[in-house]
């Protein structure tokens, strides 16, 4: 069935370094992938999407690539701040199940001051 | 413009008991999709409702059931509860249009424990 696996399930890096987390996903169909932000006792709050025709989106220190021949996609944030620390989850859906997103098990990420 | 409301919050149910569970979605938005997020887990599909049905299931049984309502508000209802349906229950709602369904934005959740 449609799988989102997602890594690293925690990750800690000091203040002002990079943070990468992964997914991959089963379904060739999908085409919509979503990152969500959510903090502790908080709603999933959307940070970046990408649509399959597109590689790569940028906007200012977050970025999302896709290379949809391995059918994986990938977070990265820069310059990571102490407001950063949140558990980030990673999603897919396909065009025939626009609203049912398929999520990742998520990332706790820590950003040490 | 106004978010996605849900209510209650918390709330706590013995076994076997039922619950209705209410989301009022995002102004303009007509999709209502309803997620379960057990802790430390990832969100999973439950079910989605657009113009008052059901369009798209995920793998729950059939005593999770909902509604949509004309100003799409919706409710999620479980039955028979089990120990294992304690949980965050989100709402998230979208606007679907001739492209397919939009950025989904998500409600605060409602916390169920069930004893």
């Known amino acids: 069935g449609e799988n989102v696996e997602q890594h690293p399930s925690t990750l800690s890096v000091q203040e002002g370094d990079s943070a990468v987390i992964k997914c991959t996903y089963s379904?060739?169909?999908?085409?919509?992938f979503p990152w969500y932000k959510q903090e502790l006792g908080k709603r999933p709050q959307l940070i970046i999407d990408?649509?399959?025709?597109?590689g790569e989106k940028k906007d200012q220190r977050i970025a999302v690539t896709l290379n949809k021949t391995a059918k994986h996609f990938s977070l990265h944030i820069t310059e990571t701040q102490p407001e950063d620390s949140a558990v980030y989850f990673c999603?897919?859906?396909?065009?025939?199940?626009?609203?049912?997103?398929?999520f990742g098990q998520g990332t706790t990420l820590q950003v040490k001051p | 413009e106004t978010g996605v409301t849900q209510s209650p919050t918390h709330l706590i149910k013995t076994r076997g008991q039922q619950v209705t569970l209410r989301c009022s979605s995002q102004?303009?938005?007509?999709?209502v999709s309803w997620y379960q997020q057990a802790l430390g887990q990832g969100p999973q599909f439950i079910f989605q409702?657009?113009?008052?049905?059901?369009?798209g299931r995920g793998n729950f049984p059939p005593r999770f059931s909902g509604l949509q309502f004309p100003n799409y508000s919706s409710e999620l209802n479980v039955n028979a509860l089990e120990l294992d349906d304690s949980a965050l229950y989100l709402c998230?709602?979208?606007?679907?249009?001739?492209?397919?369904?939009?950025?989904?934005?998500f409600g605060e959740g409602s916390r169920l424990t069930v004893l």
């Open positions: 998230a709602s979208s606007l679907r249009s001739g492209g397919g369904t939009g950025e989904l934005f």
């Open positions: 379904d060739s169909a999908s085409n919509y």
């Open positions: 990408i649509r399959s025709n597109v």
């Open positions: 999603a897919a859906s396909k065009p025939s199940n626009t609203g049912k997103l398929i």
């Open positions: 102004s303009g938005h007509n999709t």
């Open positions: 409702y657009y113009r008052e049905e059901e369009n």
